[in-house]
């Protein structure tokens, strides 16, 4: 079984920054990949980010690439996601999973982390 726990939301004006981080713990991590997922109100859980565990190449959506940074430490077991220039329309409950095979699908993803709230202030 693996636990993430991802923290580090909050409240934020329009043009500032925010750092996630997805903590893993339990049995030997070791996914393909590991995304980042956001959720509005009212909305279908979108992707943001993914991370491939063994190359660490990198692969953004198209709303956030240019801004968002996706990361990893290995020691720490740890997935971060760099946020800057936050704009309102990415306040959102954004979460990390971890995923076995290339797929921007939330349907394909097993674990999950319980989400933190990410509010951009116009």
């Known amino acids: 079984q693996v636990q993430l726990v991802e923290s580090g939301g909050g409240l934020v004006q329009a043009g500032g920054s925010l750092r996630l981080s997805c903590a893993a713990s339990?049995?030997?991590?070791?996914?393909?990949?590991v995304g980042w997922f956001r959720q509005a109100p009212g909305k279908e859980r979108e992707f943001v980010a993914r991370?491939?565990?063994?190359?660490?190449?990198?692969y953004y959506s198209a709303s956030v690439k240019g801004r968002f940074t996706v990361s990893r430490d290995d020691a720490k077991n740890t997935v971060y996601l760099q946020m800057n220039n936050l704009k309102p329309k990415d306040t959102a409950v954004y979460s990390c999973?971890?995923?076995?095979?290339?797929?921007?699908?939330?349907?394909?993803?097993?674990?999950w982390g319980q989400g933190t709230q990410v509010t951009v202030s116009s």
């Open positions: 339990g049995r030997t991590f070791s996914p393909y990949a």
């Open positions: 991370i491939n565990w063994s190359s660490r190449a990198t």
């Open positions: 999973a971890t995923v076995q095979r290339i797929s921007v699908d939330p349907r394909k993803y097993e674990y």
